[in-house]
């Protein structure tokens, strides 16, 4: 077991290799010189020259990703071009912001999901199954921004009771665990979650009903076990694979949140890639990709250890 | 937004399939007839690419000729009768000509990326060893990005336009289409009767040709068909986000965010678009699971 976790855990160091060249690579296939966006096209020569000194974009690419690479490592993503600003502590205020949006978001997911897969699994054939079963179809097919917008559409510009944007009252920028702020995170975990809503319900409704197909539930049935006690052994063996979906959820919804943060203005990772890329701020842009994608593939790590802590079985190559 | 990590597929009928074939693409056709749900979206989604590709017949107006007193005119006007957008172009007409960009956006990448991650994964499949490791490897860094995230990053990168999110959407499909092919292709491989082909001095080529491709071409093209769905719905969204198509061409996604401005003076015009990318999608999504089920593919 622990032979396993380890050789999992040296497997992460080329896949987060790979991935740090490949979010370093970005720089390079994006067209213009990352520079413009400090000086304009007028700059006299020798500032262009010093800046790309100061930036280090003078040197050879290797040495450029080596050094790059060097400081990421301890923490150091180097300045925004567009404020001058570490892009670290840009990220600081970010990440917190998109974290919670997503755990409330997968939390929602995970419970209607889970309710009502169970059910459709349960009662598999009846309208109870086509119903949960359309639900989770919906959930994966439906453009979540523009959910946000009907949302928004719904409950602040016609019923008025819901903030249209931001993560709490004048302009605030971080969270707090108060009303004024809960109010605001309502609409955008409700359009975030309607992703692992629909997946998990898939899941949850295949896993239930592949474990009622098996020998044991009939044996149990046969023993005399009241439903409620067969719902126990369901839960206990459906538990390993949806906890394995929801920590996956969990992950893409930290990168994909970007969508439903434009819609609603919410200053966490997403807004602050969108606006990286319009700025043309390729630090801000670097730095953040690679702390969604670094984050992806640390839970993609804890999912696949948990799972095995679980059941053995469960053992990936 | 995600494509579901596909499950390694232990058990996929491929004896099965090569069993019944002559009579398989008759069964197939028999339980798609009677499957009404997968009919009646089948015939929504040839409906949106019709009205797409005859949006120049269809369409009441000129897409792109705008009026400064007609702008945001309610649904239901009479000459507008879904109403006009925030330049005074007709909404019906924009939406029209909107399906062709969606669509081709939409389903570009799922091809570009069935034909190179579909290549990749059977001759990683095939080959299997070193060749296999460095294909599969190569797909894993690729992996360790939420769909969105990649998408958003490469088009990011390279800045907006419509090659530029076909392409960024590409590199998306191409490492889980390569994972599918890959694992299919290796549980061929090991088939008795693959061997027994080997064996008789078959070569290299004619063994993919005849009996791998036939088993593995069908699981490939219905998990390509099942990201149709997340592609329109990431490519609209690179739109969306002023990433993909640029303006005053109508798209989708696009048109859902030029209109937002719209959303306190005439919401139900500014859902509008949001309601084309939604029916396409789930569309295709239900008509390839719809497939799927027909053709009796576990992936």
């Known amino acids: 077991m622990l032979g396993y976790i380890l050789r999992r855990l040296f497997y992460v160091i080329p896949i987060a290799l790979g991935v740090s060249i490949l979010v370093f690579a970005l720089v390079h296939i994006a067209p213009g010189d990352p520079l413009n966006a400090v000086v304009g096209a007028d700059a006299p020569a020798q500032v262009v020259e010093k800046l790309k000194k100061d930036y280090g974009f003078d040197q050879p690419l290797p040495v450029q990703y080596v050094r790059w690479l060097g400081r990421a490592l301890v923490g150091d993503l180097g300045l925004s071009v567009v404020n001058n600003q570490p892009v670290t502590s840009a990220l600081a205020v970010a990440v917190p912001n998109t974290l919670m949006l997503a755990i409330v978001a997968t939390t929602i997911g995970f419970v209607i999901g889970s309710l009502l897969g169970g059910l459709a699994g349960y009662y598999q054939g009846t309208w109870i199954d086509k119903v949960a079963t359309g639900f989770g179809v919906t959930g994966v097919s439906i453009p979540h921004y523009w959910l946000g917008i009907v949302l928004v559409i719904i409950f602040a510009v016609e019923l008025n009771v819901l903030p249209a944007t931001g993560i709490g009252p004048g302009g605030s920028d971080g969270w707090q665990f108060d009303w004024a702020h809960l109010r605001h995170i309502i609409l955008p975990a409700i359009t975030l979650s309607v992703i692992p809503c629909g997946i998990i319900t898939r899941t949850v409704r295949a896993t239930v009903a592949e474990i009622l197909s098996q020998e044991f539930v009939q044996a149990l049935r046969a023993k005399g076990l009241l439903n409620g006690r067969i719902m126990l052994h369901i839960v206990r063996n459906a538990a390993p694979t949806v906890l394995a979906v929801m920590g996956l959820q969990l992950g893409y919804l930290l990168g994909g949140s970007i969508l439903v943060e434009t819609v609603f203005n919410w200053p966490g990772t997403g807004y602050l890639l969108n606006d990286a890329i319009f700025r043309r701020d390729i630090p801000t842009l670097q730095g953040t990709i690679l702390v969604l994608a670094m984050f992806f593939v640390v839970l993609n790590l804890l999912v696949d250890i948990m799972q095995t802590l679980v059941d053995p079985r469960m053992r990936r190559s | ?299």
Not at chain 2, 10 to 22: F, G, K, L, P
Not at chain 2, 57 to 66: N, S
Not at chain 2, 112 to 130: H, K, N, P, Q, S
Not at chain 2, 188 to 205: H, I, K, P, T
Request: charged share 15%; proline share 5%; glycine share 10%.
């Open chain 2, 1 to 299: 937004m995600n494509i579901s990590t596909p499950a390694a597929p232990e058990t996929i009928d491929v004896a099965q399939v090569a069993v019944q074939s002559r009579g398989y693409w008759a069964t197939v056709l028999q339980r798609l007839r009677r499957d009404r749900v997968t009919l009646f979206f089948g015939g929504i989604v040839l409906l949106v690419i019709l009205i797409s590709v005859f949006a120049d017949v269809i369409a009441p107006h000129d897409p792109y000729k705008a009026s400064m007193i007609k702008r945001l005119k309610p649904v239901g006007t009479e000459g507008h009768w879904l109403g006009t957008d925030e330049t005074g172009r007709d909404m019906l007409s924009r939406l029209l000509y909107g399906g062709r960009l969606s669509l081709f956006m939409g389903i570009m990448p799922v091809l570009y990326a069935l034909a190179i991650g579909g290549t990749l994964g059977i001759i990683a499949g095939f080959v299997g060893g070193r060749v296999n490791m460095v294909i599969m490897r190569t797909m894993d860094v690729f992996y360790a990005f939420p769909s969105v995230l990649l998408a958003i990053a490469i088009s990011g990168a390279l800045g907006a336009g419509i090659g530029n999110a076909v392409l960024s959407l590409t590199l998306v499909f191409i490492p889980p289409l390569a994972r599918v092919a890959e694992s299919v292709t290796t549980q061929v491989r090991n088939l008795d009767y693959v061997e027994a082909a080997r064996a008789s001095g078959a070569s290299a080529g004619k063994i993919i040709r005849v009996h791998v491709l036939s088993n593995v071409l069908g699981a490939i093209f219905i998990y390509a068909t099942s990201l149709i769905s997340v592609s329109i719905i990431l490519a609209s969204g690179l739109s969306f986000l002023g990433l993909g198509v640029r303006p005053p061409e109508p798209e989708w996604g696009l048109m859902l965010n030029t209109l937002r401005q719209a959303i306190y003076v005439n919401p139900l015009l500014a859902a509008l678009p949001g309601v084309m990318i939604f029916i396409t999608s789930l569309s295709f999504n239900l008509v390839s699971d719809g497939l799927r089920s027909a053709m009796d593919i576990r992936v």
